[in-house]
């Protein structure tokens, strides 16, 4: 049985940092790259990151480049999101996902292409 499961969301002054986590078990972790994905409340789901299994690609959306950094460690079967210099409009239900395979594509942030999810982690920025 495939578990994913996030962490590390939580209130932050604008400006700030926080690093979410993500664990997937039930699954060989490095066949299959890994996304992030958000949804702010009356919004639908976002893509933010991308990582290859090997973390050697990495896709972000637009809004993100410079401040959020996707990485993963396959010994740990875990993939992180740093973020950095939070903004409000950055609040939003952080959710980990497992892609079908084991690349990101320029079609990265299609939702179709993740099999497992994860429950999400509430990130709150405020101004």
């Known amino acids: 049985q495939v578990q994913v499961v996030e962490s590390g969301g939580g209130l932050v002054q604008a400006g700030g940092s926080l690093r979410l986590s993500c664990t997937a078990s039930?699954?060989?972790?490095?066949?299959?790259?890994m996304g992030w994905f958000r949804q702010a409340p009356g919004k639908e789901r976002e893509g933010v990151a991308c990582?290859?299994?090997?973390?050697?690609?990495?896709y972000y959306a637009d809004s993100e480049k410079g401040r959020f950094t996707i990485s993963r460690d396959n010994a740990k079967n875990t993939v992180y999101l740093q973020m950095n210099r939070l903004e409000p409009e950055d609040t939003a239900m952080y959710y980990c996902?497992?892609?079908?395979?084991?690349?990101?594509?320029?079609?990265?942030?299609?939702?179709?292409?993740?099999?497992?999810w994860g429950q999400g982690t509430q990130v709150t920025v405020s101004s």
């Open positions: 039930g699954l060989t972790f490095d066949d299959y790259a």
């Open positions: 996902a497992v892609r079908n395979h084991g690349t990101c594509t320029t079609s990265w942030k299609h939702r179709a292409d993740y099999r497992y």
């Open positions: 990582i290859s299994w090997t973390g050697g690609t990495t």
